[in-house]
C-alpha cells in the first residue's frame, strides 16, 4: 500500500465521507487482502468469502476507526482475523477430502514451482502464529512493528516466531529438496 | 531449479481484482455502526427521557409540599429521583407519564420509543 494511497484515504474518512474512504481501500487492497485470505484458507471460494465478509465489518466499523494506525494494518488486521474463523470452520472439511494437496493454495490465481509449493507444504506445518508471521513477514515484506498491531503480539514474540519457522522450514525443504543449495540462495 | 523468492504465487489478474472491488463494495449497502443509533443508544435515550420524567416528579413533590421536609416525610431531591430510577425501584405508566408531559413532550417520548 502507497503512502499517497494510504493519505487519500485518511483524508477521506477524516472528512466523513466514508463511502470514499472504503471505495478507495477497495481498489487498492482487493488484491492483497485476497492474497492475504488465500494464504491462510488455501481455497479461492472461502478466500473471496472472507474478503467480502471482512468488508462487511470493515465498513460497519469505519466511522468508529480511532486513526491509531495505518488503514493497511487495520484493515489487514480483519481479514486475517476473518481467515482464520474461516479456517477453523473448513479445516476438518478439507482434510476429510481425498485429494487436496494440503497446504497449497488451491486457487485458479496461483501458480507455483514444486520449491514454492514445497514450502506451502512446509508452512502448514507450522503452528499457526509462526506461519502468520512468517507469511507477512517473508511474502509481505511487513516490518514486524506493523505485524505486531495486525496479530496482537509484541515484537519479540514475533521475531522468536520467525525464527522458530525459518529453521523448521529450512529443515523440511531440505528434506524434501536434497539437491537444493539454501544457503546460497536464502 | 528456480532460485527461491519472495513471491507467493498468487497472481490476481484486472479482471478478477475488479471482481473483488465488487464484492467488498457491496458492504455500502448495509448500514454502518454510528450512522443508525444502535439499541444500546436507543436504550440510552429512553432512559434519560424517563429520568427526566422522574426529575419532574420529584420538582413536583417539592413544589406542592410545604417546602421544608418534616421527620415522616423524605426529602426527595434530583439526584435521589435518579438513583432510585436507576437502581429500578421507579416504574410509571403510561397514564402517569401522561399526566406529567404535554401533548408535543408525550408525542416526542412516543417517537423515541418507537425509534
Known amino acids: 500500500m502507497s503512502t499517497h494511497a494510504e493519505a487519500a484515504i485518511h483524508e477521506a474518512w477524516s472528512s466523513h465521507a466514508y463511502d470514499r474512504a472504503f471505495s478507495l481501500m477497495a481498489q487498492h487492497y482487493a488484491s492483497d487482502f485476497y492474497r492475504t485470505a488465500l494464504r491462510i484458507v488455501l481455497d479461492h471460494a472461502t478466500a473471496q468469502d472472507v474478503v467480502q465478509d471482512a468488508s462487511v465489518k470493515m465498513w460497519r466499523a469505519l466511522p468508529k476507526f480511532k486513526g491509531d494506525s495505518k488503514f493497511s494494518t487495520w484493515a489487514y488486521r480483519i481479514v486475517v482475523n476473518e481467515a482464520l474463523g474461516a479456517l477453523r470452520k473448513s479445516k476438518n472439511i478439507l482434510r476429510s477430502l481425498e485429494g487436496v494437496d494440503i497446504g497449497v493454495p488451491d486457487s485458479p490465481h496461483f501458480e507455483a514451482d514444486r520449491l514454492l509449493a514445497?514450502?506451502?507444504?512446509?508452512?502448514?506445518?507450522?503452528?499457526?502464529?509462526?506461519?502468520?508471521?512468517?507469511?507477512?513477514?517473508?511474502?509481505?515484506?511487513?516490518?514486524?512493528?506493523?505485524?505486531?498491531?495486525?496479530?496482537?503480539?509484541?515484537?519479540?514474540?514475533?521475531?522468536?516466531?520467525?525464527?522458530?519457522?525459518?529453521?523448521?522450514?529450512?529443515?523440511?525443504?531440505?528434506?524434501?529438496?536434497?539437491?537444493?543449495?539454501?544457503?546460497?540462495?536464502? | 531449479m528456480n532460485k527461491m523468492n519472495k513471491y507467493d504465487g498468487i497472481h490476481v489478474p484486472p479482471e478478477a481484482h475488479q471482481d473483488l472491488v465488487a464484492r467488498m463494495m457491496t458492504a455500502l449497502d448495509l448500514p454502518q455502526q454510528g450512522a443508525v443509533p444502535s439499541s444500546r443508544s436507543r436504550i440510552r435515550a429512553i432512559s434519560l427521557w424517563a429520568a427526566s420524567v422522574a426529575a419532574l416528579l420529584a420538582v413536583g413533590l417539592f413544589l406542592f409540599s410545604d417546602g421544608s421536609p418534616t421527620e415522616s416525610e423524605v426529602w426527595v431531591t434530583e439526584d435521589l429521583a435518579w438513583e432510585v430510577f436507576q437502581a429500578g425501584e421507579l416504574e410509571l405508566s403510561v397514564d402517569e407519564a401522561a399526566a406529567l408531559l404535554d401533548e408535543s413532550e408525550l408525542n416526542q417520548l412516543l417517537a423515541d420509543l418507537t425509534y
Open chain 1, 118 to 186: 514445497d514450502l506451502y507444504r512446509a508452512l502448514a506445518n507450522l503452528p499457526e502464529r509462526q506461519r502468520l508471521t512468517f507469511q507477512l513477514r517473508y511474502f509481505d515484506d511487513k516490518p514486524y512493528s506493523e505485524i505486531s498491531e495486525i496479530l496482537g503480539t509484541s515484537v519479540g514474540g514475533l521475531k522468536a516466531n520467525y525464527h522458530h519457522a525459518v529453521e523448521r522450514i529450512k529443515m523440511e525443504m531440505r528434506e524434501l529438496n536434497p539437491d537444493y543449495d539454501f544457503e546460497s540462495n536464502e
